[in-house]
């Protein structure tokens, strides 16, 4: 684990099947810190996540991420998970066949090492006291990963493998999306006790709503791919108010998003019943 260590993206260029998506991304998170990431749909959040946690169907082209002096691009999914590197996914994939008790216990064995594991009953207790302050059932740790878990419960989960892993580097992606407004307190409340000098997050996430109750050090806006426009708290509270326009406009932006106009794109008279 690298606790206290900084993560720094440099020029960072990402592709997907030959797409260029991350175009330039600059980022430092220092220890302790909390960062959000805000930006229109489509404009690389999630492939920022992916990207960090070594997705292998992302390519990258340029740049560089280092996390305390590790040189994260060189390091396969696994050995970033030991470096403490956490990501809550925007879609969290569902397992059929292993329980979330299973999932978790091997995921933390695969963190201390062969001859460091936890044992059963430490594990039990721990996960039984996380899974009562996240107020969920303890019938959840013996369902299949996400198998039939409500949009809700998947984030909720997502927060009580966060907390049961301890990582060092946390990345939510819209970790808020789905949650009722009493499950946001409780995921919140879950991050906020996991604030520490040691531990650092990275918060994509479409409302100010969630910030109100982790309150962000820094707040980026992502557009084309990079981040154009970075502040305080303040930021994401004029996001709200005003939406993204003001931005494109300080930043010379027309068109937010990565992808051009489709192919199949066709004139609105084209199509009309009339056949004007
Ligand atoms: N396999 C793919 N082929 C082509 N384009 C792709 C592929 N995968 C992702 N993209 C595109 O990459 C862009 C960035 O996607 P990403 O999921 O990172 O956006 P996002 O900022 O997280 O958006 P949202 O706020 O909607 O979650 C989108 O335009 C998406 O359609
Ligand atoms: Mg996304």
């Given at each position: 684990m690298k606790q206290g260590a900084t993560l720094s993206i440099r020029g960072l260029h990402a592709s997907i099947d030959s797409k260029?998506?991350?175009?330039?991304l600059t980022l430092d998170v220092h220890a302790g810190e909390v960062h959000a990431i805000m930006g229109p749909n489509g404009t690389g959040k999630s492939t920022l996540a992916s990207v960090l946690m070594g997705h292998?169907?992302?390519?990258?082209?340029s740049g560089t991420i280092q996390y305390g002096d590790e040189?994260?691009?060189?390091?396969?999914v696994d050995e970033r998970a030991r470096a403490g590197i956490f990501l809550a996914m925007q879609y969290p994939s569902e397992i059929t066949g292993v329980t979330n008790a299973d999932f978790l216990r091997s995921a933390i064995n695969t963190q201390r090492g062969p001859d460091n594991e936890i044992s059963l009953i430490k594990f039990v207790r721990k996960m039984e006291k996380t899974m009562q302050s996240l107020e969920m059932d303890t019938a959840f740790m013996h369902r299949?990963?996400?198998?039939?878990?409500?949009g809700g419960e998947k984030k909720r989960n997502e927060i009580l493998q966060m907390m049961m892993l301890e990582p060092s580097l946390v990345i939510l992606d819209e970790?808020?999306?789905?949650?009722?407004i009493d499950a946001l307190k409780v995921a919140a409340a879950g991050v906020n006790a996991m604030r520490s000098p040691d531990r650092s997050f990275v918060i994509i996430t479409h409302y100010q709503r969630l910030l109100n109750y982790v309150r962000p050090d820094f707040v980026h806006v992502m557009m084309q791919g990079r981040i154009v426009k970075s502040g305080g708290a303040e930021l994401a509270e004029r996001l709200e108010a005003e939406g993204y326009d003001w931005v494109k406009h300080e930043c010379g932006?027309?068109?937010?998003?990565?992808?051009?106009?489709?192919?199949?794109a066709v004139p609105m008279q084209t199509v009309s019943p009339r056949g004007t």
């Amino acid at each position: 684990m690298k606790q206290g260590a900084t993560l720094s993206i440099r020029g960072l260029h990402a592709s997907i099947d030959s797409k260029p998506i991350l175009q330039g991304l600059t980022l430092d998170v220092h220890a302790g810190e909390v960062h959000a990431i805000m930006g229109p749909n489509g404009t690389g959040k999630s492939t920022l996540a992916s990207v960090l946690m070594g997705h292998p169907r992302y390519e990258v082209t340029s740049g560089t991420i280092q996390y305390g002096d590790e040189d994260v691009l060189e390091m396969a999914v696994d050995e970033r998970a030991r470096a403490g590197i956490f990501l809550a996914m925007q879609y969290p994939s569902e397992i059929t066949g292993v329980t979330n008790a299973d999932f978790l216990r091997s995921a933390i064995n695969t963190q201390r090492g062969p001859d460091n594991e936890i044992s059963l009953i430490k594990f039990v207790r721990k996960m039984e006291k996380t899974m009562q302050s996240l107020e969920m059932d303890t019938a959840f740790m013996h369902r299949y990963l996400n198998e039939g878990f409500s949009g809700g419960e998947k984030k909720r989960n997502e927060i009580l493998q966060m907390m049961m892993l301890e990582p060092s580097l946390v990345i939510l992606d819209e970790i808020d999306s789905g949650l009722d407004i009493d499950a946001l307190k409780v995921a919140a409340a879950g991050v906020n006790a996991m604030r520490s000098p040691d531990r650092s997050f990275v918060i994509i996430t479409h409302y100010q709503r969630l910030l109100n109750y982790v309150r962000p050090d820094f707040v980026h806006v992502m557009m084309q791919g990079r981040i154009v426009k970075s502040g305080g708290a303040e930021l994401a509270e004029r996001l709200e108010a005003e939406g993204y326009d003001w931005v494109k406009h300080e930043c010379g932006i027309v068109d937010v998003a990565i992808e051009e106009e489709p192919q199949w794109a066709v004139p609105m008279q084209t199509v009309s019943p009339r056949g004007t």
